[in-house]
């Protein structure tokens, strides 16, 4: 028999493989697959994760109170037409504006209400942040500057062991994760904080659809990195794998026992990783837009009347008391949460907010100093100034400033 050379096409390796009959392909491609996304099967049922309740997927309840605080719940204003032009550009679903102990407006797109359960995205990222500032108050974490390892002695590399706890909280643990977290933030919009796609094969999508245990012995930091400003979710996942080892629970009973219950918050859903795996810390918390009124009230007052949540000078630390008004200019992050300020001439409201901030532009705005907050849902991220102007000037007519103030610091 002669001997084939390169000449005979049965002796070139992709003739070869086109020869392979086509039902072993796709089987062979399949295997290949499976073996680097063995959650690709359940990832396609999924899809991305939903706007609002119901979704696909498996969630746990955040147990809160059988009967939300009725007292405010009558809006008595409604939207003015630069809030309504402003909501309807940027594909709003829900607009409610809190002021002085009343619910001032209360605005929905056709087809929501008052009982859509909204999809927080990344906002749930914000209480996760006031969670670890509680655990700190409680003496549960010593120091905030703390390593990691102390509390979670088996997770990732010696040197991502010894990132501080805070480095973590802020966003600036310098971890090797995804190359596609946010490097700034603009001082007139924020950045997209969530991919509108997912990578099927990418660190996100794995540790989306199997919780960080699957990533926790890998995951590493790069020095030269730590201390910059890069918006990864697995920071928050590493917090919340924290706050469920120091109080050996679930987090979501931790959240429902810390803030959303004491804030007369009804039950919510927080999707889990899978079936008998932890909640996704940084993302994906069904609720309604009262509800998140009602969370961000109970944080702007610090708790109950003599009941403080957390301790001034943390209460103090979330809302950025420390952060310089060129800091918030330019947009900062702090504990889990981003600050900026409101100083256009012309405007009415002026002076630092804080806001939690989801994919969709999930927004709640808090002032503490105006007792005001404005929760607003939607389909894309909208204007971040703008929007909270339009806010107040739909409900500030008649209000003067001064009882505004005398609220927010009776309250406090």
Sequence with gaps: MPEKTDSDPNSRPFVRWMLIPAPLAVVAIALLVYMMAPY??????????????????????????????????????????RAQDLFEQNGGTALLVWQGGLLQAEHYAPGFDTKTQFNSFSMVKSLVGALVLRAHAEGRIAELSDPIGNYLPNIGNARFRSVPVEQFLTMRSGVVFDRNGSKALSSNEPKHVDSRSLNPFGPNARLHMQGLDALATSLRTDASRAGQYD???????????????????????????????????????????GEGKPVSAYCCLFATARDWIRVAIFLSHNGKPNEPFLPPDLWQQYFGHAVTQAQRRLGHYGTQIFHNVLDRQGEPLQGPFTYMLGRGGQTTYMMPQHDLVVVRFGERIPLLHSTLYAAWDSVSTGMSQSSSQRSASSSE
């Excluded at 609002?52 to 809006?75: D, L, Q």
């Design 40 to 81: 690709l099967p359940r990832l396609i049922y999924e899809g991305y994760p939903a706007q609002h309740w119901p979704a696909s997927g498996s969630y746990a309840t955040v147990r809160g109170t059988a009967e939300p605080k009725p007292h405010w719940i009558a809006a008595s204003k409604a939207l003015n037409a």
């Design 231 to 273: 918006y990864q979710n697995v920071n928050t996942a590493v917090l919340g794998r924290l706050l469920s080892a120091i109080y050996d629970r679930p987090l979501e009973d931790i959240l429902a026992d810390q803030i959303w219950r004491p804030s007369g918050a009804a039950n919510a859903h927080w999707r889990l990783a």
